[in-house]
């Protein structure tokens, strides 16, 4: 697999260096991924990690460009080729069917897939981003069941965090009860007396 570093703002770029390595990422990508690939043509299947809390729409178009570069040079026809189109969609939008050759994939949704057009390679995008590159062969498995176990471990905190307020909530809300309670009892007993000491003064 190959990394890439996007500086800013810090993001990681990566693909597959064959379909088989290809296959294997759809198989452990992750939710914040987005992936890119030149429309119509071979091309790498190039995938930006988005860091959490950004989506598709917030990408910024320099990044969009790094990725449709890199995907563009990483394409044997479309390196050559002007005026190409390359696609892009979340991870959760690739669809993976048992019919599909290796490494081949679909969409859920058609109208979640996004296109960039690219009139040409600018070889100082692609330079800056090779010297960022990173060969490596990291247990993709195990950092999606990572990911997975800290996302899971993330919303327990703040289930129990939200449980907390309710609780803090339902508390100060008894106390006031109870505060108005006692006020509503003091008033009445004061109220009883001072008939008392009328009755008396009579």
Not at 95 to 103: E, L, Q, R
Not at 154 to 178: S, V
Not at 189 to 201: C, G, I, K, L, Y
Request: hydrophobic share 35%; aromatic share 8%.
């Amino acid at each position: 697999y190959v990394f890439f570093s996007v500086v800013d703002p810090p993001m990681k770029i990566y693909m597959g260096l064959d379909k088989y390595e290809n296959e294997e990422l759809l198989r452990w990508g992750w939710p914040e991924d987005v992936w890119f690939h030149v429309d119509k043509m071979s091309s790498a299947h190039v995938y930006l990690r988005l860091p959490k809390g950004e989506t598709v729409e917030s990408i910024p178009a320099a990044v969009l460009m790094d990725c449709a570069q890199l995907v563009k040079a990483n394409s044997i026809q479309g390196n050559k080729a002007n005026n190409i189109t390359v696609v892009y969609t979340p991870f959760e939008n690739l669809k993976k069917t048992a019919n599909m050759d290796v490494g081949q994939v679909g969409f859920h949704k058609q109208r979640e897939v996004r296109v960039i057009a690219v009139e040409k390679r600018l070889n100082e995008i692609v330079n800056r981003l090779n010297k960022t590159k990173v060969e490596s062969q990291p247990d993709l498995r195990a950092e999606r069941e990572e990911r997975d176990a800290a996302e899971r471990q993330d919303a327990k905190k703040k289930l129990k965090e939200q449980r907390d307020r309710e609780k803090e909530e339902e508390r100060r809300r008894k106390e006031e009860e109870e505060k108005r309670s006692y006020s509503n009892l003091m008033r009445e007993e004061n109220m009883t007396s001072n008939q008392v000491r009328d009755s008396f003064a009579r």
